[in-house]
């Protein structure tokens, strides 16, 4: 009786065993078919929905075989220090701005003109006691007999500079505002697609919209990663492209800025053409 209960347990390890390494064997394509889980990807600043959000939200929504989540980093800090953290994938992933060779030699630039080339149409803040300042100007040795303001280190402090403007500057982006207030410069430009939420974060009824002059230089706007994060570069890119190809991103743009671009009138202004030395020759503005 001891032998045939060897025997009959050795038959049902052996069983056992069979039917182990079967339901193993089944499970293993099941594993591999899981979903790949959601990378964060972590733009500048606190959240909020905006312009820029929304478009990293469409761009990463179209299928790239990788999903990602978008998330605000909750960092606060100087543009410099933030593009520095997120090429050192330190708590910021994506940010954007405007291309220049710097740029693009330290980190990786996705290549979509992501506000067509309007960032580099700039109209002007006046002091309302001289509504007319910026009338009768036709080129930029007339605008060059007055004095515009911009912050320190903004890249239009150099473009205006080496296209012979006099810019006045600050450390204080806020107190530029006082300055024309005072007169210590005589206009204060700023990229069309912002100039009226400009006025509404800084209301001075001093202030005004210039109807006449329209400032243009080539420029673009890109988003930017780190310069080995290829994978979320390239899926950014695709995005982008597919949504411009399926009408998104011009209704996007269109219920941010159309009704802004409208009332500037801009077809009615005197244009002024500006060079912008910081840009590579080979970037698309549009």
């Not at 045939?4 to 050795?10: K, S, T």
């Not at 499970?27 to 990293?56: C, F, I, M, N, W």
């Not at 990602?68 to 960092?75: E, I, K, T, V």
């Not at 009768?136 to 004095?147: A, D, M």
């Amino acid at each position: 009786m001891f032998k045939v209960h060897l025997h009959q347990f050795a038959l049902l390890c052996l069983l056992f065993c069979g039917l182990s390494a079967s339901a193993g064997a089944e499970s293993l394509p099941a594993a591999q078919s899981t979903p790949h889980k959601a990378v964060a990807v972590r733009y500048g600043g606190q959240q909020r929905q905006d312009y820029y959000t929304e478009l990293l939200q469409l761009a990463l929504r179209y299928p790239s075989g990788q999903a990602f989540h978008l998330q605000a980093s909750g960092l606060d800090i100087p543009k410099q220090r933030a593009f520095d953290l997120m090429n050192a994938h330190e708590g910021i992933d994506v940010l954007f701005g405007s291309v220049s060779h710097e740029r693009l030699a330290r980190y990786r630039g996705v290549p979509f003109p992501i506000l067509r080339g309007y960032n580099g149409w700039r109209v002007a803040l006046i002091n309302r006691n001289t509504p007319d300042m910026l009338r009768g100007i036709h080129s930029k040795t007339h605008l060059s007999r007055l004095s515009a303001g911009q912050f320190l280190s903004w890249s239009d402090t150099q473009i205006l500079r080496h296209n012979s403007l006099l810019v006045a500057t600050s450390s204080d982006a806020n107190g530029l505002y006082g300055m024309l207030q005072r007169g210590r410069i005589d206009y204060f430009p700023l990229s069309v697609l912002e100039i009226e939420q400009e006025l509404r974060n800084h209301p001075n009824p001093a202030l005004m919209i210039d109807p006449h002059l329209l400032l243009v230089y080539p420029t673009a706007t890109w988003f930017y990663v780190a310069k080995d994060n290829t994978e979320l570069a390239d899926a950014l890119l695709q995005g982008l492209q597919q949504a411009e190809q399926d009408g998104s991103f011009d209704q996007l743009f269109e219920r941010y800025f159309g009704a802004t671009l409208q009332r500037l009138q801009l077809e009615k202004r005197t244009r002024i053409m500006l060079e912008n030395p910081l840009l590579p020759a080979h970037v698309k503005v549009q």
